[in-house]
Nanobody, 119 residues
Framework: QVQLVESGGGLVQPGGSLRLSCAAS????????MAWYRQAPGKEREPVAI???????NYADSVKGRFTISGDFAKYTVHLQMNSLKREGTAVYYC?????????????WGQGTQVTVSS
């Protein structure tokens, strides 16, 4: 089992910045992917940014150029720097990890942290 604890959410004005952090504990030694997802009210959860242990990153088109994900696969922490936030960025943001286990991949989710973009 992997436990994930997020921090850094809050209220920010449009155009502002926030930095989300997530720390993993438990059976973390084989984590290969760390990511951030978000779920806005009335919408499905969607991927925001992903980083792999090989250093590859991928972003949702809606956040490219504004958000930066960084993952430390030695400390098993992942951060999401969010700049130029827009009102549509209001959502609960979830930390996510994936690790191989035999022939399967095991996913873990954090409890979520609220980000509200409003003036």
């Amino acid at each position: 089992q992997v436990q994930l604890v997020e921090s850094g959410g809050g209220l920010v004005q449009p155009g502002g910045s926030l930095r989300l952090s997530c720390a993993a504990s438990g059976r973390i030694s084989s984590i290969s992917t760390m990511a951030w997802y978000r779920q806005a009210p009335g919408k499905e959860r969607e991927p925001v940014a992903i980083v792999t242990s090989g250093g590859n990153t991928n972003y949702a088109d809606s956040v490219k150029g504004r958000f930066t994900i960084s993952g430390d696969f030695a400390k098993y922490t992942v951060h999401l720097q969010m700049n130029s936030l827009k009102r549509e960025g209001t959502a609960v943001y979830y930390c996510y990890t994936r690790r191989p286990s035999g022939s399967a991949c095991l996913s873990s989710w954090g409890q979520g942290t609220q980000v509200t973009v409003s003036s």
